[in-house]
């Protein structure tokens, strides 16, 4: 993404995803999703970067792709005055369209049909994955999914359904990310850390928070925590 781009699809499985986050990790990922999409640039904070921030860069790169080639088809037609005027209509044809003669004046034989290039292009036959395969897609993306429950569960099936098996994995990993902090039971308490700090300048507070200083309105409530930091869209203190 060289340029700056105006707009993007933003998918409802990714809030899905995002919702299942800490707030001050969704939050984090979500500037880093807007700032991708705007400008390019990729965090450099590792949590952010391999996490579902990739699976969400990957499907972002395609559509920007897929939009790329779309638009130099349309400057290729621009170029040639745009699209040809279609056919005019004839008594005999009201289509407009003729049938072009392929027969031979000195044979017989009577015209040979032209076979449609469509009917020759083959279509992708999708071929299942091994369960290394899956091992080693799963182990390079450094996701959670349990190769052997995957790769299991479509094989009984004979791989009904499924068009990419990657595709299926990333999904998998999106589920089973949303559903993880719901099995973790008797987890150890850890310490509470400083997300947000009050300063005040000037007579007026500010608080400063990942690497942003935000203004304080006149009549905020006092940060409950340390580990509470200030939600600038609801004007509110949120736990972290």
């Given at each position: ?10 998918r409802f499985k990714w809030i899905v995803a995002l919702s299942a986050m800490p707030d001050s ?216």
């Open positions: 993404m060289a340029k700056e781009r105006q707009s993007f699809v933003f990790l969704r939050l984090k990922t979500y500037d880093a999703i807007m700032r991708y999409a705007h400008t390019g640039d990729e965090p450099t904070d590792e949590s952010i970067k391999y996490g579902i921030f990739l699976t969400v860069k990957q499907e972002m790169d395609a559509d920007l792709k897929k939009y790329e080639e779309r638009a130099k088809i349309n400057r290729e037609i621009g170029k040639k005055g745009g699209r040809p005027p279609k056919p005019k209509e004839t008594q005999i044809n009201p289509m407009g369209f003729s049938k072009p003669d392929y027969d031979s004046d000195y044979d017989s034989d009577s015209d040979s049909p032209i076979t449609d290039k469509r009917t020759d292009k083959r279509r992708d036959v999708f071929t299942p994955p091994t369960q290394s395969d899956v091992e080693n897609y799963i182990s390079k993306k450094g996701y959670i999914v349990n190769p052997v429950r995957f790769f299991s569960h479509y094989s009984q099936k004979g791989w009904k359904g499924v068009r990419d098996w990657m595709a299926k994995i990333d999904e998998w990993q999106i589920d089973d990310a949303r559903k993880q902090p719901q099995e973790k039971i008797d987890q150890p308490q850890h310490p509470k850390e400083q997300v947000a700090t009050v300063t005040t300048l000037d007579g007026e507070d500010y608080v400063e928070q990942y690497g942003m200083k935000i203004k304080l309105p006149i009549d905020y409530k006092p940060q409950p925590d340390i580990d509470y930091y200030w939600d600038e869209m609801w004007k509110d203190w949120r736990k972290s």
